[in-house]
């Protein structure tokens, strides 16, 4: 009798390659969040176990911190708070949007206009949007124009310059290259500026979304009766201290939510810059 050995067959197919791959993502995801982790423990163990009981009251442990976030939100508070804060950071961001990117293009199209507003352009960007909150108080008033306009201002300049700058950055080779096929200035702008100005364009929105948050929660600060500065601030004078951080790490997922939203809006509208990379 003839006994019959067979090869232990092998599998390299898709789906052995599917536990190196989820390895992969693994360990990428840890690398990537080592940091913030480690951060977190220590927020976590040092005011327990290495500060002193004076220093503990103003950095209570995160886990208490934690702890006054979910009564926030058990007790509605962070959803009047956050909706307050949206909305304000929302309309100054879309009007400043709105305002910008046709701004920016007309201003990158036209070179004498650009030359003319170049000194304006590099004055007003210079001057703080923090620094002309009393100014803005004082013409619009503590109530919620003054805000918005304040957040317009903020948001108008990074999208603006990165949208002349993402203009001024095309490739002069595909300018001519479609000129040179007999492309209208109108269809040149369409088929060729505009798109590949695109991905500095959202640069600048994304810029100008962490703006209208990081300037709001300023601006809540004073005067504003709602809204997640106004509850920090408030926080912190009724020496709720809890509180006070609960609403800070509100303010910092609220910011990578926002940013990790325009990161995946931009890759959407730059589909084809991503398959010429691939």
């Not at 948001?155 to 209208?184: E, F, H, M, Q, Y």
């Not at 709001?216 to 509850?231: P, Q, R, S």
């Amino acid at each position: 009798m003839t006994a019959t050995l067979e090869a232990p067959t092998v599998h390299t197919g898709p789906k052995a390659a599917v536990k190196p791959r989820k390895k992969k993502r693994l360990s990428k995801a840890f690398r990537s969040s080592a940091a913030i982790l480690l951060f977190l423990a220590v927020w976590e163990l040092a005011p327990q176990y290495v500060l002193d009981e004076g220093t503990r009251t103003f950095l209570p442990p995160l886990s208490e911190d934690l702890a006054a976030l979910w009564e926030l939100i058990l007790n509605g508070q962070l959803a009047d708070h956050l909706l307050a804060s949206l909305g304000r950071s929302a309309a100054g961001f879309v009007l400043a949007v709105a305002v910008s990117v046709p701004l920016g293009l007309l201003i990158a199209w036209y070179r004498p206009l650009a030359e003319f507003l170049n000194p304006l352009l590099e004055l007003a960007r210079n001057t703080a949007a923090l620094a002309l909150l009393p100014v803005f108080t004082l013409l619009l008033g503590i109530g919620e124009v003054s805000k918005i306009a304040l957040i317009v201002y903020a948001c108008v300049w990074p999208v603006l310059l990165n949208t002349i700058a993402g203009v001024n950055t095309v490739d002069p080779l595909l300018v001519k290259a479609a000129r040179s096929l007999g492309l209208s200035s109108p269809n040149l702008f369409r088929k060729v500026i505009l798109p590949s100005a695109v991905p500095t364009i959202f640069t600048g929105i994304r810029m100008a979304a962490a703006y209208s948050i990081l300037i709001l929660i300023a601006a809540e600060m004073v005067g504003a009766k709602a809204g997640l500065g106004y509850l920090i601030n408030n926080s912190q004078v009724n020496f709720q201290i809890q509180q006070m951080y609960a609403a800070i790490i509100t303010v910092s997922v609220l910011g990578l939510a926002i940013n990790a939203g325009f990161v995946a809006l931009e890759r959407r509208f730059s589909t084809w810059r991503v398959k010429e990379k691939a």
